[in-house]
């Protein structure tokens, strides 16, 4: 059989029957690797050879009768996670030498369940863009059309899982950093609710060490897959909280999905935001989910008063995003960007004021920001009373052509023929990060390009088996995902 596109459920099966050894399955993984890695680029930092080791034990382990979650299955992990003795540089060229001497927590909790690691996937630098470039690595090619960007900053584990390099990732997502590279790839992945998952060890070489436990704003670490089912197995791995925090491990039992059929579910559509038009194709990706979700006996609508306001909530998110992105710059630029905010006429109420206005927000400001955040999360679980997910798209448009311009402040994204600011495209990400809410992205169709689009299935705070469930159900409905063709080369 060829495993290359299988999910990790198919491949566990595979391996508990024996019909695969790990030793196999990895070395087909490390020569596809090897033979269509040079024209995508998502493999930044490969570990043949103890994923070679890793897949030796793991079969030695199954041998003795052992079965963990994820024994003897290949994954790669993205760059900005902490693998003890490789290099974790953010794609920051003075960082570029930077070993951590552990691992992050959540890579011990790979190889706890038994993954073997591949390698490490590219990101942009920072991690603060919509590609996935910098100048160590270089720049990480969409497998669809290698002229256009996998996304960011999870783009090279979104662009590994659509080359077949291994069956599942992990990433981080505060601006879409999942959801993105999921939706331009058309793979699946899924942010957590808040604080579900620890991120020890998932954070800037510029930190200081060692690797503490955080309580991370807006931002989360999650599962990437080809397939809804990977996502909840690999979730089920990643979840719960730091144990250094409560001295021992934790576990978080979440509840159950609320529905298992297609028609018991109460589901609201949106695919307009105030502040930026819908491209075509991913409207269309909408309502083929839509029809799909209407076909099967759910409840489906467009419109309810009790939607929390898009545009304050984009705003909102703006400023919470910039805050924490821009704390720690130097003096000298903080007293610059305070200076151009002041400049600002106080009915500017675009998103570039917010962004600007967010960049040098002072602590009274962030806890009134926080103090209406709190207001939004309540309008959501009063939505959540009535409807049990929330369909949207996770960006505009498809996946678009690399964009190296160094000032994102200057780039401009098109929709449909028409340009907006760059950055403008994150609102749809910020509808589910700015509150903390679980969304899944999955596989909704081909733009008339043939590109990939997706849409996100957004949740209740806490109850992520719901959006996965429904990904899962829907992934039976209209299909999932699917390998580009021709292969890379």
Known sequence: MEWSFQTAEIVMAALRSGEVSSAELTEAAIGRIERYDGAVNAICVPDFDRARAAAREADRARARGEDRPLLGVPVTVKESYDIARLPTTWGMPPHRDRLPGEDALQVSRLKGAGAVVLGKTNVPLGLRDIQSFNEIYGTTNNPWDHGRTP??????????????????????????????????????????????????????????????PTDLDLAVVGPMARSARDLTLLLDVMAGPDPLTYGVAHTLALPPARHERLRDHRVLILDDHPLIPTGAAVRAGVARVAAALADGGARVERHTPLLPDLTEAAVLYTQLLFSGSLAGVPDDAYELLRTRAAGLSADDRSLGAARLRGMVLSHRDWIEANSRRELHRHGWRRLFAEFDAVVCPVSPTPAFPHDHEPDLLERRISVDGVEYPYLDQLVWAGVATMPGLPATAVPAGRSPEGLPVGVQLIGPMFEDRTPLQLAELLEREIGGFQAPAPAPE
């Open 151 to 212: 996304g960011g900053s999870s783009g090279g584990s979104a662009a590994a899982l659509a080359s077949g390099f291994g069956a599942l990732s992990i990433g981080s997502d505060i601006g879409g950093s999942l959801r993105t590279p999921a939706h331009f790839c058309g793979v699946h992945a899924h942010k957590p609710t808040l604080g579900l998952a620890a991120a020890r060890g998932m954070v800037p070489p510029t930190a200081p060490a060692p690797a503490l």
